[in-house]
């Protein structure tokens, strides 16, 4: 019986089965952080048998690796537990900024806009405006996964359209184009926290803002919003036909008139929070601007350098503002109570920082990082491949790992050690480095099982679907995610190309001269 359910399986079926396997094997992610942490240990102390060094492309100092497995790497481990943790880059601009989207969030004012948005969507613009939707819901952390996606199913329906299209188009917009937006969220500061701390492998000066893929992003916004609407009408359209399905009762609640209240509020205080942070930049003698400094780019570092601190004010701020309207936020205890409920989603998340913490100190203090990237700069300059071809490697490469591996974050920090520094050595800056990782861990996500809402999508097409499985959600977005992988990388190649800035401040290049 098994081998004629297995013969009935389609390819993409069985690959998925593969797929599903191998990341099953994997243990979980703060599991691996650990058992990676005990193999650096003691690949350090192998390594330090040979006389293994390079040579620092900066300094033209000697480079040895460092023995762990000594006493004194036993001291400093010890000594360092706590101070990794805590000193951890992604940790507490990852906390600060989500302090504030809490309050934007559990006030009411996210979802009533991600409503608004789509109540009042024309039909004909109804899927580019559920996609963008999507994309610009990363703002808030991953709200649109359990807001946006089973709203749109609830949207097309009243629309007369196949729900699992709504879906599918809400999905590729929050999960496909994740690194896409039009503003900062909290995963900008989390990667560049992580790109920091490798790029100080070869430079301990180096500095990633949260704002150093912002121009790339904004750029990817309309063209995944684009695309997005492409494949939903030309090619998953044509396997969800529009008809009546679904059990005939869902609908979407207008806007009471609380919420207008609370969003004309929000509105106020958001135009009042802009023109300050206008007031504070513009002008040379800005509040927020360095006086006496002729470009505008390293005028606005005060800024750049806060920027965390102003997705925290404007999330706090404009959620009060709207929760005060709507009737939400009646005390400074409801303002608290919000916050606390952003920390408690967070839970598991410390548990994972504090291992993977443990893991990028050891790994720099071995200084194998370094090494790797110093000897795999040579081959790949002995390879001669080009910029922009090996720029693309990459992004397959992260592309595919995204499949058995779905934390963006946690495959970031055991990713950016290495490839970081060793593209730094090849002379490209981190910001270059961090956008094609990002590139090609978005494009995947919605094909990948190992993906931590992908159980979710598929309960949501099960509710119009009930035979709906891991085939359905791969074999509808599928599309999508080739679409999206081509089209993101050929903008990305013209990027570079242009020698363009990815963000404020972020150059493509990186000179490793000595010194």
């Keep these: 019986m098994s081998e004629a359910l297995s013969a009935r399986k389609t390819p993409v079926e069985r690959f998925l089965d593969v797929v599903e396997r191998a990341g099953n094997i994997l243990p ?13 240990v003691l690949l350090s102390g192998i390594i330090s048998l040979f006389d293994f060094s390079v040579l620092h492309p900066r300094t033209g100092e000697v480079v040895a690796p460092v023995n762990l497995m000594s006493a004194d790497g036993l001291q400093r481990i ?22 504030g989207i809490g309050v934007a969030e559990h006030s009411g004012l996210i979802g009533a806009c991600l409503r608004i948005v789509v109540l009042n969507a024309p039909r004909f613009l109804l899927t580019p405006i559920v996609v963008f939707a999507g994309v610009m819901s990363n703002m808030a952390s991953e709200i649109g996964y359990v807001l946006l996606v089973p709203l749109a199913g609830l949207l097309y329906v009243a629309a007369g359209r196949h729900p699992i299209l709504g879906i599918a188009a809400a999905f590729a917009g929050v999960s496909g184009g994740y690194s896409a937006n039009l503003l900062l969220g909290t995963i900008d500061p989390l990667l560049s ?15 990633v803002s949260p704002a150093a893929n912002l121009f790339f992003m904004q750029a990817s916004t309309p063209l995944i919003t684009l695309l997005g609407w492409w494949v939903t009408e030309k090619i ?22 609380a919420e207008k209240k609370g969003l004309s509020y929000a509105a106020i205080s958001t135009l009042a929070l802009s023109a300050l942070l ?13 006086a006496g400094e002729p470009d505008l780019l390293k005028s606005l570092a ?39 409920k952003s920390m408690g989603t967070l839970a598991s998340y410390l548990v994972l920082v504090f291992f993977a913490a443990q893991f990028v100190a050891l790994f720099n ?9 110093v000897e795999g700069a040579g081959v790949l300059k002995s390879i001669g491949l080009p910029k922009i071809p090996l720029l693309i490697c990459f992004i397959l490469l992260t592309a595919l790992v995204n499949l058995v591996m779905g934390s963006a974050s946690a495959k970031w920090a055991l ?10 050595l090849l002379g490209y800056s981190p910001e270059v480095t961090q956008t094609a990782y990002r590139i090609g861990d978005s494009v995947t996500n919605i094909i990948s099982p190992m993906m931590s809402y992908f159980a979710l999508v598929i309960a949501f097409l099960q509710r119009y679907e009930p035979k709906a499985g891991i085939g359905t959600v791969v074999a509808t977005m599928m599309p999508y995610s080739f679409v999206f992988l081509i089209g993101w990388t050929v903008l990305f190649a013209g990027w570079i190309a242009l020698g363009l800035p990815l963000g404020p401040g972020a150059g493509l290049t990186y000179e490793a001269t000595a010194g």
Excluded: C
């Design 78 to 99: 010890m000594a360092g537990l706590v101070t990794n943790f805590t000193g951890f880059a992604p940790l507490g601009t990852v906390l600060v900024a989500l302090i």
């Design 302 to 340: 005060p800024f750049l350098n806060g920027i965390v601190a102003v997705i925290f004010v404007a999330g706090a701020l404009v959620g009060i503002a709207y929760g005060v309207g709507a009737g939400t936020i009646r005390s400074d205890a409801d303002v608290v109570a919000a916050m606390s």
């Design 278 to 290: 206008l007031w504070a930049t513009v002008p040379e003698g800005g509040a927020l601007r360095l």
């Design 236 to 257: 998953v359209a044509k396997r969800f036909p529009d008809g009546q399905y679904g059990r005939g009762d869902e609908r979407i609640e207008p806007l009471s008139a």
């Design 415 to 424: 990713m950016a050690p290495v490839f970081i520094p060793m593209f730094m």
């Design 365 to 373: 203090w071995t200084q194998i990082g370094l090494i790797l990237a």
């Design 193 to 207: 926290g992580l790109s920091q701390e490798a790029a100080r492998i070869v430079d301990p000066t180096y500095s």
């Design 28 to 40: 979980h992610p703060a599991t691996l952080f650990f058992l990676l942490t005990l193999a650096i």
